[in-house]
């Protein structure tokens, strides 16, 4: 019986958002990436990337950063993207248009890439939302090349990583805050010569460096 009323519950609360609040939604204010910093610290980003217009309009994100930050080492890269969506509702009227945003997860395979390690991780990197978090660490394998990802959903004062909690917070967000925006962070760093320790490092001190850059970039 409990779980009967919980799923009616479910159903009206639902009900009420999708009727009510679907038009009525807060776009907070934030800086664009156009005026991200390219250098940070050592690292430097030196030719962001952009999207074509059919993969942005797939993607449906609303801003982005794309680039390459270098060391000093040429073996030093990070590469960064961030997605931005300022709302993750289909606009009324129609049309393909995704607003949600994407897991990796389902992308990497069509990339080519496997997926051969797979973990949820707390993260404390300064300038994350309350300090802390969790990321969702893969390591991928195309031919012999391996890479390190780390990636996490920045959105509306937390980062998390669970899909479900994504799914559960932007409903709640939506209902009680009117707010859907979030954000992807996706960091990746190739292993060299298996040197997995290594990678985890660098790519720790670069998110150390870089996450507190994100702030008024990516709303709380």
Known sequence: MSRIVVALLFVALNFYIYRYLATDEVIPERTSFESFPMEIEDWKCRDPQQMTPEILENLGATDYLMCNFRGDDPKEVVNVYIGYHETQVRKEGGGSKENSIHPPEHCLPGSGWDVIEADVIPIDFEGLPGGTGEAKRFVIAKGNARQLVYFWYQSRGRAIARNHDVILYRFLDR???????????????PIWQEDEAGAEAELDRFASEFVPKLDGYIPN
């Open 175 to 189: 209902a009680m805050r009117r707010r859907t925006d979030g954000s992807l962070v996706r960091l990746t760093v």
